[in-house]
């Protein structure tokens, strides 16, 4: 029996005291459309943002349905926000003459948003060599001081 690992999961105590409903909407409430002008890009964003064929097309569905998945913001100290993922979604906007932007605000620090901004944007096709590499080497930098943090669930 050494090593198997256990399917075994505790229930957040938030969980506990809450129903799925009220979940639901605190999650729904984390989702905004904020003003393009206060969504500041990514620091040392890797991907460019190119305004091509593909572009286009997603400036045309924007057009006709809106945001469909919301992009990812953190909060700043200044009461802007910073993109963490969805600078494709927020240049289709300002192209599509938009003021807004429908975005999820999440809770992350510094090194956990650098490593989502890079995992969000490794499905898409075009990346460069050159991108993708600095993309690996931000993501390993903010995983190496990730490393010996107490993480939120333990405290």
Do not use: W
């Amino acid at each position: 029996m050494a090593g198997r690992k256990s399917d075994f999961t505790l229930t957040k105590l938030d969980d506990l005291f809450t129903t799925q409903a009220q979940r639901d909407e605190e999650q729904l409430s984390k989702i905004r459309d904020i003003p393009l002008e206060l969504i500041d890009d990514f620091p040392d964003h890797p991907f460019k943002v190119r305004d091509d064929e593909d572009m286009m097309q997603l400036v045309e569905s924007v057009k006709e349905r809106g945001v469909i998945t919301p992009a990812t913001v953190r909060q700043k100290e200044d009461g802007r926000y910073e993109l963490v993922s969805g600078h494709r979604r927020k240049r289709a906007c300002e192209l599509a003459g938009f003021e807004t932007l429908r975005s999820e605000i999440v809770d992350l620090n510094r090194d956990e948003a650098t490593i989502l901004m890079v995992e969000s944007n490794f499905q898409r096709s075009e990346i460069l060599p050159s991108e993708k590499a600095f993309a690996y080497k931000m993501r390993l930098e903010a995983m190496k001081r990730q490393a010996g943090r107490p993480s939120k669930e333990n405290g």
